[in-house]
């Protein structure tokens, strides 16, 4: 199959085996909007507050349920920490690498690898935008540094 980031085959990070499984998950509505470049979060389905991803009672009126709905694919980073566990034959990267709990625009928090190769960590209150990566036949969200380094192309959606 032809690679078109001309680079090394699947994801950067993670070897496909690691894929989630997707099947009967209860993050099937993230997945699915993922594998359509969206970003599809719950919410309460009575007062709108963004919930964590499993979670199912509002922590602001007590309903319970969840709403999935896309939203922005932009936010800036709330923390981040650099990993200096390597797995070879799992984890593809073969220096240390950054993972950022990302702040969303529309107010979810997500823990997040980078969508391209690094190991150079974003600062803390950089904007992002969200991207996806591809493990096997699934995607997942990552962040994507909203200042890109000159000469890279942004991708315009
Ligand atoms: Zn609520």
Known sequence: MPDPGGGVSGDWL?????????????????????????????????????????????DGCGTAGADWRPVALRGHVHTVTVVHRLEP??????????????????GHRL???????????????????????RLGEVAVPAYHSAVPPSGEQEESR
């Open 89 to 106: 034959g799992l984890v593809r990267a073969t220096r240390p690498y950054p993972v950022a709990d990302i702040e969303l625009a529309d």
């Open 14 to 58: 993670l070897g496909d085996e690691l894929a989630p499984s997707i099947a009967d998950d209860v993050l099937g509505p993230l997945y699915e909007g993922a594998a359509r470049d969206r970003l599809v979060l719950p919410f309460c389905p009575a007062c709108r507050l963004p919930l964590e991803l499993e979670q199912r009672v509002c």
């Open 111 to 133: 823990v997040l690898t980078s969508a391209e190769p690094t190991s150079d960590p974003p600062a803390i209150g950089d904007p992002v935008s969200i991207r996806f990566r």
